[in-house]
């Protein structure tokens, strides 16, 4: 195993480069922290808890900054964004980043329903929820935390002007749709 681990990491360096796998190591270790909510690779076993493995870097660490500046409130995320330096916020976005996501099924009416209003969601989030750029992926995030997610943007909880307009006219039963619809995406 030991030997199998260090062949897969060894390349995983020759491809990234050294300042990379630098970041990589710094980024896993510094992963220590968030693997009892988010999983050890990045995938969370709580669904209100986001999955952040293969998320875009940029949006990882635009929220552990919204977080430390408290645009973001969570009473944790701020405490342990603060603990962080943004040395230590890319590399920890770098590698999770490298992960693979876990994909989720649910219920088959839901996602059928959340298929149909997916395409309020794919000009930002791209067809299979991959987020490209600086968007986030969503692709199989929790549908529970998505649900929430959607529900903070239209209470107000979360700002981004899009995201708050997109989400004005959904129902409840929209956001849970699109939530399960979501968990299935696979971005690749």
Not at 43 to 63: E, W
Not at 153 to 181: H, T
């Amino acid at each position: 195993m030991f030997k199998i681990t260090s062949l897969i990491i060894g390349s995983f360096f020759i491809v990234l480069g050294e300042a990379n796998a630098n970041e990589f190591l710094l980024g896993k270790e510094k992963s220590k922290l968030c693997s009892s909510c988010h999983g050890l690779n990045g995938n969370s076993i709580f669904p209100l808890t986001p999955k952040l493995a293969g998320q875009n870097v940029d949006y990882i660490v635009n929220q552990l900054k919204a977080f430390k500046t408290g645009r973001r409130n969570n009473d944790t995320m701020k405490l342990i964004s603060q603990s962080l330096s943004n040395i230590e916020m890319f590399a920890l976005a770098t590698f999770y980043s490298t992960q693979d996501s876990n994909i989720l099924n649910g219920n088959a009416l839901l996602i059928k329903k959340g298929k149909e209003k997916y395409s309020m969601c794919w000009g930002c989030h791209g067809n299979n929820g991959e987020g490209p750029g600086s968007y986030p992926r969503i692709a199989g995030q929790h549908s529970q935390y998505t649900t929430q997610q959607l529900n903070n943007y239209k209470k107000g909880v979360r700002f981004n002007p899009v995201m708050n307009a997109v989400v004005a006219e959904l129902s409840v039963i929209d956001m849970e749709a699109l939530g399960a619809y979501i968990a299935t995406l696979s971005p690749d």
